[in-house]
């Protein structure tokens, strides 16, 4: 299964390389170099498919989880001064993506949607401390029963060029639902609230719409 974003990419794509298959069958007469060109297109075709690959997954949804929005590392948990939308103390957990990952950005909890921006910005390589706030990326909040507004950023990296966000004010999302799409490698920023309980440590992978991020804290704490 392929994601819709890259259907376009795809085709183009995939008529790229059988021209420069057949180009390099009739037109190159040493058998090394029309091999070698023909496995290096076979090879970025199946590169393309790769990246926008979509697989389906089973999602055990719950109000007392947050889970992974994209599949990734975990390269930052911090408090930060978030100020955009809250202007408070937030718990940040940041995923980055490597071209070999899925790309598919998908909802970390169900609510509603209370905010979504996006803002032209710069390309500085994910993990740059500053990308969160000066590369080009969009900002989504979502109103959850358990855990009141939680955050998350879709952030461009030096070779991400396109964000797609879905997330409109005002409409109802699921939990582990298509979020949007994040081309060429980058990385997602979620801004949690200070009292719940982050479950994944530094440099932990994590599987989007299945790896929990965060819990609720016992009332008792």
Not at 73 to 83: F, G, L, R, S
Not at 109 to 119: L, N
Not at 158 to 182: H, K, L, P
Not at 190 to 213: F, S
């Amino acid at each position: 299964m392929f994601h819709k974003e890259g259907q376009r990419i795809i085709i183009i794509t995939f008529f790229i390389v059988v021209a420069a298959v057949l180009a390099a069958h009739y037109y190159v007469n040493l058998e090394w170099a029309r091999f070698s060109l023909q496995v290096a297109a076979l090879i970025f075709l199946i590169a393309i498919l790769q990246f926008f690959r979509n697989p389906k997954r089973r999602v055990t949804r719950s109000f007392d989880e947050i889970l992974a929005p994209v599949d990734g590392k975990v390269v930052v948990i911090e408090e930060v001064d978030e100020p955009e939308y809250f202007k408070e103390k937030r718990k940040q957990v940041s995923i980055f993506m490597s071209p070999t990952n899925v790309h598919v950005t998908r909802y970390p909890a169900s609510g509603t949607v209370t905010y979504s921006k996006y803002h032209p910005g710069k390309y500085l390589v994910a993990w740059h401390p500053k990308s969160s706030t000066e590369n080009e990326r969009t900002t989504v909040i979502l109103h959850t029963p358990k855990f009141g507004e939680i955050g998350y950023r879709q952030i461009a990296g030096a070779m991400a060029r396109r964000i797609v966000n879905y997330a409109e004010e005002g409409e109802q999302v699921t939990q582990g639902e298509d979020a949007g799409f994040i081309k060429f490698g980058s990385r997602v920023d979620l801004l949690l609230p200070l009292d719940c309980d982050i479950t994944v440590k530094l440099n932990q992978k994590v599987v989007g719409a299945h790896t929990c991020i965060a819990t609720v804290r016992p009332l008792d704490d």
